[in-house]
């Protein structure tokens, strides 16, 4: 009987696989790095690529697949990123001001003080992103998930918020000044303290409860659901801006 010949105490087969394993590996690790240095197409797959601090302005990135991408301190107003997949990726001041961004996934990006003014971003999910100090400033936001949202401190002013979820977010000191509210908002178990809620028809809203208004900065136009009732003094009625 032949003996086995074996290499490194493995048989010849078992080193042929670790082998194959290994040119597999860099096979895949080659393809990624190409795919990160490919031009803005749609449909690219950018997945854990570093894109800090460039100019990606009026890109169309439809569709792409961008989860865990870093576009820290990147330019991407005006792009297209319908439907785009952008879970878990860092937008720390980025700007998307002006972008369509439909039905996009940005569950649990990293987005603190990232500029999404003026985007069209209808039913596009956010659900445990933190967006602290980020602007929404005429967004369009209508039927948006914010569940369990950081939103800490962000600017929703002149956006349309109709039908959005807040339930579980974190709206402590965010800014609702002039939004729109032409549909139901879910705001169930929404952080509401010291929330700007000047002027605003609340309305239709649901899952508002006493205390949450309570803790809330309203004044004499600040329209409630049925049931609730303005506090006797707002918390912010002589707090600075």
Request: glycine letters at 8%; proline letters at 3%.
């Amino acid at each position: 009987m032949r003996p086995m010949i074996v290499t490194c105490g493995k048989s010849v087969f078992q080193t042929f696989l670790l082998a194959a394993a290994c040119v597999g590996l860099f096979v895949q690790s080659a393809q990624a790095a190409d795919d990160c240095r490919a031009s803005p197409a749609p449909g690219i797959n950018w997945e854990d690529c570093d894109k800090k601090l460039i100019m990606l302005d009026s890109s169309d990135l439809s569709g792409a697949i961008l989860a865990r991408t870093d576009f820290t301190s990147t330019d991407l107003r005006s792009s297209n990123l319908t439907k785009a997949n952008l879970e878990k990726a860092v937008l720390v001041r980025a700007s998307f001001a002006g972008s369509i961004a439909t039905g996009a996934r940005f569950a649990r990006i990293e987005a603190y003080r990232t500029d999404f003014s003026q985007l069209d971003a209808l039913g596009a999910v956010f659900s445990g992103a933190e967006l602290q100090r980020s602007i929404f400033t005429q967004a369009k936001l209508g039927d948006a998930d914010f569940t369990k949202a950081d939103l800490g401190r962000s600017q929703f002013d002149r956006a349309d918020v109709g039908g959005s979820r807040f339930s579980l977010a974190n709206l402590a000191r965010a800014d609702f000044r002039g939004a729109t509210f032409a549909k139901p908002v879910d705001f169930d178990r929404a952080f509401f303290f010291l929330t700007r809620i000047e002027g605003v028809d609340l309305t239709a809203a649901t899952g508002l409860t006493q205390w949450q208004v309570d803790m809330a900065c309203g004044d004499a136009q600040t329209r409630l659901p049925a049931g609730l009732n303005a506090p006797a003094s707002w918390p912010c009625q002589f707090q600075q801006e």
